[in-house]
């Protein structure tokens, strides 16, 4: 017998964590967190339809909002909201920030420091006593390093 691939396993533990939630691993399903896994570039909902029409072509764009619902409400990707735009698809679930490139709507993982993982969920803030957290995000804006050096805004001081 072959040992198990880290997309066999991968795959196995998206099953179970799918399943214990109460829903199958279904093939739409499986398609839609690939695309999120082998681009982690922050995906809208339409460009993951995009991805996901290449290998399915009778997929439909209700089928990955679903999906994606899914995946989300089980834990197995994050949805990353900036303004109003439409919401983005994380599939890093390891503790970290994004920074919203405000000229070419890049978005970018920041890992968190080890001091905002201390306390896990606080991200290092100094909470209100006796407060649960259930969800926090954090999140940087202005311009990547490729706008920058094409027109430099002015950053913030350090006060």
């Known amino acids: 017998m072959l040992p198990e691939t880290s997309s066999e396993n991968s795959s196995k533990n998206c099953n179970d964590t799918i399943s ?7 093939a739409q399903r499986r398609e839609v967190y690939d695309a999120l896994q082998m681009q982690r570039d922050h995906p809208t909902a339409v460009d993951v339809f995009m991805r996901v029409q290449k ?6 764009l209700a089928t990955v909002y679903n999906c994606l619902e899914t995946l989300t409400e089980c834990g197995l990707v994050r949805a990353v909201n900036h303004d109003r735009q439409p919401s983005r698809y994380c599939a890093n679930l390891q503790p970290h920030a994004h920074f919203f490139c405000e ?3 890049a978005v ?35 311009q990547c390093a490729g706008c920058a050096a094409t027109a430099p805004i002015t950053q913030l001081s350090k006060s």
């Open 20 to 26: 214990q939630k109460g829903f199958r691993f279904t």
């Open 55 to 60: 290998k399915l072509p009778g997929i439909s």
């Open 103 to 105: 000229q070419c709507g």
């Open 108 to 142: 970018h993982d920041v890992p968190a420091s080890p001091a905002t993982c201390e306390e896990p969920g606080t991200a290092g803030w100094q909470l209100p006593a006796g407060a649960v957290v259930t969800h926090h995000e954090v999140a940087f804006r202005g």
